[in-house]
């Protein structure tokens, strides 16, 4: 075969795209077994009584020892408030219920403003459901089909093997236990359940006693134990919802639907209390229980008084979530009317809220975070650079020197360099302007621009106080 008939296959690596956000670096609250703070862990570094704090209240949740309290995150911005909620997110796990929402997202929604908190608030409660069903759960031992010798003669029959640690039986498959197996890839050595009522399938593992019929195996194949006893056995089964999924479901024709659509429009109030009533008789019968989660509104400042009172009246109820809310603000006006209150919030409503307050990150710190953000989004930079981010980020803001990262990982890639140095962290801070040099320069050229309305002697005084913080 002549060498030019040679086809050569090309080999593309394909990598698996993630966004990074502000956040994803987040994985926990960073604290030990006895709910003392690291320094720097879980990817928060910093804030140790703030950190400390919400570790007594994610602990408190867990045991589910606190219910309808408020806990307000109160600090100058860019001090780590939406990290420590987003901590607290993650250190409460998928079993606890989360909602998130911005107080500025009530007055784009198609809703009341009272409906939207009152969804945001079922969405936060979490109902724990329990039922009993037969099931056969047992190691296969072999997977028999017979299939018909003439194409549609007549549809597959087959024989499967359970076993369990004390006896074996052999069942009798129809087609839709067929397609079912087929479906799961069971083979031999699986350890399967099926459900009795439903026909469901649900693969656990490979058996112990088979590990050593391969070579190699995938990272995601799991080895459990042959079950023990008869292979019919009642299981308890748990299922997790929340208020909110359940009042879609049952509040139209086509609410499952409108789960995933995010279509939910306003719920009528007979259908909640209808469903409050029957969540009720099963937690009096034992069926379900209540989990009362967490609902975080970020910029609580932006809700005005009515949404106020509805919250004052909401965290009474017998199933309120744990309501977390933070905000940047200090003393300015309550939103809907015209008197002032530490951050923008009523005194009664302030009066309901443990507060926990965030500090400004030191410069140590602010180092720590950078050198997290760069591993985070991939970034090699020299030590003498970082130092300089330090710097712009002590002088500036943390956000800004966070928004450098990628943007002098670019300039590095433009003059094909290996690791971002001094140079490309010049670049592009001299590209993009931070607050303060971008208003001193506002003050310097404001009579060039459109609907000036600062006067020359105001513009005058604007920039030495500028100057002199």
């Not at 087959?158 to 640690?165: H, P």
């Not at 590990?211 to 056995?233: H, I, N």
């Not at 005005?304 to 003393?331: K, Q, Y």
């Not at 009317?337 to 530490?342: E, G, L, M």
Request: with cysteine; net charge negative; hydrophobic share 40%.
């Amino acid at each position: 075969m002549a060498m030019g008939e040679l086809k050569i296959s090309e080999m593309r690596d394909l990598t698996r795209i993630e966004r990074i956000g502000a956040h994803s670096h987040i994985r926990g609250l960073g604290l030990d077994s006895s709910l003392e703070p690291r320094l720097s862990s879980e990817g928060m570094v910093g804030q140790i009584p703030a950190r400390k704090a919400a570790g007594i209240i994610v602990k408190m949740v867990q045991q589910g020892k606190i219910a309808g309290r408020a806990l307000l995150l109160a600090g100058q911005p860019g001090t780590g408030k939406t990290a420590i909620a987003m901590g607290m997110a993650k250190s409460l796990g998928q079993e606890t219920p989360f909602a998130m929402l911005a107080g500025s997202e009530l007055y784009s929604l198609d809703m009341s403003k009272t409906e939207a908190l009152m969804q945001a608030f079922r969405k936060a409660i979490g109902v724990r459901i329990k039922e009993e069903a037969e099931v056969i759960e047992g190691e296969v031992v072999e997977v028999q089909i017979d299939r018909p010798a003439v194409a549609g003669a007549a549809s597959k029959t087959g024989k499967l093997t359970l076993k369990t640690t004390d006896m074996e039986t052999v069942y009798d498959l129809g087609a839709k236990m067929i397609e079912a197996l087929g479906k799961e890839k069971v083979q031999s050595g699986d350890v399967i359940a099926i459900d009795k009522a439903s026909g469901k399938i649900t693969k656990l593992g490979r058996s112990f006693a088979r590990s050593r019929d391969y070579d190699a195996m995938g990272p995601q194949t799991k080895f459990v134990q042959c079950p023990e006893g008869e292979l019919q056995k009642r299981k308890e089964i748990v299922h997790c919802v929340t208020l909110h999924e359940i009042d879609v479901i049952n509040s139209r024709t086509q609410g499952f639907l409108a789960l995933f659509t995010g279509d939910t429009g306003e719920i009528r109030a007979e259908v909640r209390e209808q469903i409050d009533t029957k969540v009720a008789e099963w937690r009096e019968e034992g069926k379900a229980e209540i989990v009362p989660g967490v609902l975080f509104i970020d910029e609580v400042h932006m809700l005005d008084i009515e949404c106020f009172s509805f919250l004052n009246r909401a965290l009474e109820n017998d199933m309120a979530p744990i309501l977390v809310v933070a905000t940047n603000r200090g003393i300015t006006t309550i939103r809907g009317t015209n008197y002032r209150s530490p951050h923008g919030i009523p005194i009664d409503f302030l009066d309901r809220l443990l507060i926990i307050s965030t500090q400004p990150y030191k410069e140590e710190e602010i180092r720590n975070i950078l050198d997290i953000r760069c591993q985070e989004e991939d970034v090699e930079m020299s030590e003498d650079a970082k130092v300089l981010l330090t710097k712009i980020g002590v002088n500036t803001s943390l956000r800004y020197a966070i928004h450098l990262i990628t943007s002098a990982a670019l300039a590095c890639q433009k003059r094909k360099g290996k690791a971002v140095e001094v140079e490309d962290i010049t670049r592009v801070y001299n590209l993009f302007y931070d607050v303060k040099r971008s208003t001193q320069y506002l003050m310097e050229y404001q009579s060039q621009y459109m609907f000036n309305e600062v006067s020359t002697g105001e513009a005058e005084e604007d920039e030495t106080a500028a100057m002199v913080s």
